[in-house]
């Protein structure tokens, strides 16, 4: 079976240019989350999607962060324009049932970004 | 709202030691708690979970966490610890109601 895939696993940009990563979950897996991980921390969840709603986007900077799951099966994640401190990695997550059952996620291998 | 904490940065132990990774949580009604390992350039990966009913919970390359209420903790667990258990391990807690939140994370390094 496979697993989360990510792309790209690396990103180079200049600050003030867009960037997008892209998530395709495991089949059958109905729950994507984005998760944002600074160096020496634990991942802090973005957003959290049931097939193509967004549940839970509380975390996640509108101003310049945008996510969207259109036919509920894979994601992307654009930010627009992109700040230095956005240097990061953005992992990737699903799950098979819907959040409050307590199933654990599966984690994409992460698209390391770096703003210069 | 739910919280981990992880109050080691860093662990060493020498190959073939038991080992202990600490983790408490705070979190309202019952908690749902899993063990994380990251390897580097990789994705977090499931290691072991607890939901309910044993407080010794076995799970994947031989790892076992023990859930003890009375003092909110899960701390990861392994008898024998080996070279490739090296890697940097993450706690998370979640309740009904809240999404999963993670700890900032232990390293450990088994030294041959």
């Known amino acids: 079976e496979a697993g989360v895939v990510q792309s790209p696993r690396y990103k180079i940009i200049e600050k003030k240019q867009p960037v ?49 799951r259109l036919k509920g099966v894979d994601s992307t994640l654009k930010i627009q324009p992109a700040e230095l401190g956005d240097s990061a990695v953005y992992l990737c997550a ?11 996620q599966f984690f994409g291998p992460g698209t390391r970004l770096t703003v210069l | ?24 949580y705070s979190v309202s009604g019952n908690p749902y708690l899993f063990w994380y390992v990251q390897y580097p350039n990789r994705g977090l990966q499931f290691l072991l979970k607890y939901i ?48 999963m939140r993670f700890g900032a994370g232990t390293r450990l390094t088994v030294k041959p």
């Open chain 1, 20 to 68: 997008a990563f892209w998530c395709n979950p495991i089949s059958g897996h109905n729950t994507l989350y984005w998760y944002l991980q600074n160096l020496g921390q634990g991942p802090e969840l973005l957003i959290r999607y049931e097939n193509e709603e967004a549940v839970d986007d509380s975390q996640l900077p509108k101003d310049r962060f945008s996510a969207e």
């Open chain 1, 94 to 104: 699903s799950s098979l049932e819907p959040w409050g059952k307590h199933n654990e």
């Open chain 2, 1 to 24: 709202a739910q919280s981990v904490a992880q109050p080691e940065d860093q662990v060493n132990v020498a190959e073939g030691n038991p080992l202990t990774v600490k983790c408490t």
């Open chain 2, 52 to 99: 309910t009913g044993d407080n010794l919970v076995k799970g994947s390359y031989g790892f076992e966490a023990e859930f003890n209420k009375s003092q909110t903790s899960f701390h990861l667990k392994k008898p024998s610890a080996l070279v490739s258990d090296s890697a940097l391990y993450f706690c998370a807690v979640r309740d009904f109601r809240n999404d």
